[in-house]
Nanobody, 123 residues
Framework: QVQLVESGGGLVQTGGSLRLSCVTSGRTFSSSDMAWFRQAPGVEREFVAAISWNGGRRLYADSVKGRFTISRDNAKNTVYLQMNSLKLEDTAVYYC????????????????WGQGTQVTVSS
């Protein structure tokens, strides 16, 4: 069974930074493409960023391009999301997810999900 556990969320002012981490248990991490999604109250879960199994390819939502960076450390079974220049609209619960279907943005194509970590950006 694969488990994903996010951490690193919190309260930050606009313009600030946070680094989210997602530790994955199980033997499939190094062969899995990983992604971050987020969900604000009353809004559908949306794609944020994805990284290929070897870190060679990355994909970002337009809304975070240039501000967020996804990375991974396969030796630590961990994927990261560095978030800079945070905006009020970045407030959401952030989820990491795993798939073997490539860099896809559809939530339905991800097999495993974490429980989420809250990010709140205040003015």
């Amino acid at each position: 069974q694969v488990q994903l556990v996010e951490s690193g969320g919190g309260l930050v002012q606009t313009g600030g930074s946070l680094r989210l981490s997602c530790v994955t248990s199980g033997r499939t991490f190094s062969s899995s493409d990983m992604a971050w999604f987020r969900q604000a109250p009353g809004v559908e879960r949306e794609f944020v960023a994805a990284i290929s199994w070897n870190g060679g390819r990355r994909l970002y939502a337009d809304s975070v391009k240039g501000r967020f960076t996804i990375s991974r450390d396969n030796a630590k079974n961990t994927v990261y999301l560095q978030m800079n220049s945070l905006k009020l609209e970045d407030t959401a619960v952030y989820y990491c997810a795993a798939t073997t279907r490539g860099l896809v943005t559809d939530t339905g194509r991800y097999d495993y999900w974490g429980q989420g970590t809250q990010v709140t950006v205040s003015s």
